[in-house]
């Protein structure tokens, strides 16, 4: 396997460390001719996906989740989420925009290709690669004529909000309770992963996220593939690059001369203690103890 590639040092603010952008900086090569079979690929690649952004991949650390008490991880575990959230993959910038490049979706069998080798993934193999289950509706991220007369905004504001948040305005993450806000983080960095308001809940994060407290089933299998039709479009960055890393291996594509970055980076949702009389909530820490963290839900760190 090649060398992983070096992400640079940069040079902005604490400020602009810490926004809310998710998109990875994996460094990307001029691609070898022989990636693509046809010269019309290669146009396509360089033209609309050579410079698309990849969404930071992120993977959940079953070793800290396993020793606490969060109400999410047995929903995600109901749902048989977590195999699939537990992905830990290095990924492989150029081969991932090839992927994208590629790819077409017909009737839920993904086909796309790289280094001239066709992948057809149909539901029985999505599912093997996945583990994602097609049970349930298939949610496209709007409420379904299903779910209409039990649905309501108000209602589901309530359900994942604070006593104190406002049921009118713009909801933030601010303003949910503990258990909804981990679950909250974990659906918009891991299961529906986007690169910007991550602080904002937009409907389908309220729909989702109702859904799971309700213990309404979902169609993953389905929504997954759908949100990767989505990145098809102009400019949208590229979404899920540790299953198209899956995905390439399973296909036995040459990866041994590729570079790559490795996924070194975890996300650890923290156990938490509310401070007497404050709003202040206190997570603790990977090595013991509690510290105070004021609105950030989660601490990011480094791998052995």
């Known amino acids: 396997m090649a ?33 693509f079979s046809f010269e019309e690929q290669r146009i396509r690649y360089t033209n609309l996906f050579s410079s698309r ?22 929903a995600f575990e109901n749902s048989n989420l977590i195999p699939f959230m537990s992905l830990k993959l290095p ?15 017909q009737e839920g069998t993904l086909i796309s290709e790289v280094y001239g080798i066709k ?4 539901q029985s193999l999505f599912y093997e690669l996945t583990q994602l289950s097609n049970e349930g509706v298939p949610f496209e991220g709007t409420l379904i004529d299903d779910w209409k007369y039990e649905f309501s905004v108000h209602d589901a504001r309530q359900l994942v ?17 503990f258990e909804s806000r981990i679950l909250h983080y974990l659906i ?3 299961l529906l992963p986007r690169s910007s308001n991550l602080a904002q809940v937009s409907e389908e994060d309220l729909i989702v996220m109702w859904t799971f407290h309700k213990g309404l089933q979902i169609d993953w299998e389905h929504l997954v593939r759908y949100r990767m039709h989505k990145a098809l479009r102009l400019n ?33 949702s923290c156990g938490s203690i509310l401070v007497e009389g404050t709003s202040t909530w206190l997570f603790k820490e990977n090595k013991g103890g509690y510290i105070p963290c004021g ?9 052995g």
């Not at 990924?91 to 979706?105: C, H, R």
């Not at 399973?250 to 001369?257: G, V, W, Y």
């Open 119 to 122: 992948m057809v993934i149909d």
């Open 236 to 268: 949208a960055p590229l979404p899920y690059p540790h299953l198209v890393t899956l995905s390439l291996q399973h296909f036995n594509i040459p990866l041994d001369s590729e570079p790559y970055v490795p996924i070194k980076r975890g996300y650890i």
């Open 188 to 190: 918009v960095c891991i």
């Open 91 to 105: 990924v492989y910038s150029d081969l991932v925009k090839a992927f994208y490049s590629n790819l077409e979706i």
């Open 53 to 74: 952004s990849i969404i930071d991949p992120k993977f959940i650390d079953m070793d800290f989740f396993s020793n606490e008490s969060f109400e999410c991880i047995q």
């Open 161 to 177: 909000c604070t006593n104190q948040a406002d049921m009118t305005g713009r909801l933030l993450v601010g303003s949910l309770a």
């Open 3 to 35: 060398k992983p590639s070096k992400k640079q040092k940069g040079t902005s603010s604490r400020s602009q460390r810490h926004s809310e952008t998710q998109e990875t900086s994996i460094p990307s090569s001029i691609p070898s001719a022989s990636l």
């Open 295 to 303: 609105s950030l839900l989660v601490k990011r760190f480094l791998e």
